[in-house]
């Protein structure tokens, strides 16, 4: 395969259209020497999709922004659910169950041990399924609201199989934890948007992709017929 040819596929790839355009148009006017009618046509047609590659805009700078942005979007939210889950150890550190060993109904309003086994899972794969994610949102605010309601005394209204009472000498640090709470609301309330968000992005960075890939295909299919001289 000719070296212009070679050079114009790499910088397709790497949308670099403008500097591809001209290497195929290079490579046009070099063929447009030969005397064979279908160098000639095969001419005619590249000098054409390279004029068509030159009116495409410059989607090298939209990938890279992209790529930085939905980086830097996956990071905050590993940022942010880390944050949550540390906030949440806090108040385990802090109280103790009820009963010796505790048993986790799936409607127990304590879902700790449920989230622990999500984190874990979000730990292995950097992301929560998609198709759970309302679930384990609804179940994070349930789980901040169970710490809230933390009280020193074991009482009728908290005698369950997996209710907790603070720690003696931990209300302080309890009521360090509670004023928090309006702050990680909002952190968990943060998570399906910002899902949403990296999402869009990563749907566009593919789009642009797609868009570049086809563009070969189409040089390609362009170059099928002649390739054995190209």
């Given amino acids: 395969m000719h070296s212009l040819i070679i050079s114009s596929f790499a ?14 148009m290079a490579f046009a006017k070099e063929l447009s020497n030969s005397e064979s009618d279908s160098d000639l046509d095969t001419a005619d047609k590249i000098a054409k999709f390279s004029e068509f590659l030159r009116e495409q ?9 992209l790529n930085a942005e939905t980086e830097e979007l996956i990071s905050t939210l590993h940022s942010r659910i880390d944050d949550i889950f540390r906030y949440f150890e806090s108040f385990e ?26 984190y874990n899972e979000y ?21 901040l609201a169970f710490y809230i309601s933390l009280s020193q005394e074991r009482t009728f209204a908290n005698y369950h199989f997996a209710d907790k009472i603070i720690k003696k000498g931990k209300y302080a640090s309890f009521v360090e934890l509670k004023n928090k709470q309006q702050q990680y609301k909002q952190i968990i309330s943060s998570i399906e948007k910002s899902y949403k968000t990296i999402c869009k992005a990563s749907m566009d960075l593919s789009s642009l992709k797609t868009n570049n890939n086809a563009l070969m295909i189409s040089l390609e299919n362009l170059l099928a017929e002649s390739r054995h001289r190209i």
């Fill in 123 to 143: 730990l292995t794969k950097k992301a929560f399924d998609q198709y759970k994610l309302k679930e384990i949102i609804k179940r994070l605010e349930n789980q």
């Fill in 11 to 24: 910088k397709i790839k790497n949308c670099e259209y403008t500097s591809a355009a001209s290497d195929l």
């Fill in 57 to 65: 805009p410059n989607t090298k700078i939209k990938i890279e922004n």
């Fill in 93 to 118: 550190e802090i109280s103790l169950y009820t009963v010796e060993r505790p048993v986790f109904p799936v409607d127990s309003e304590n879902q700790y041990p449920f989230m622990l086994i999500a």
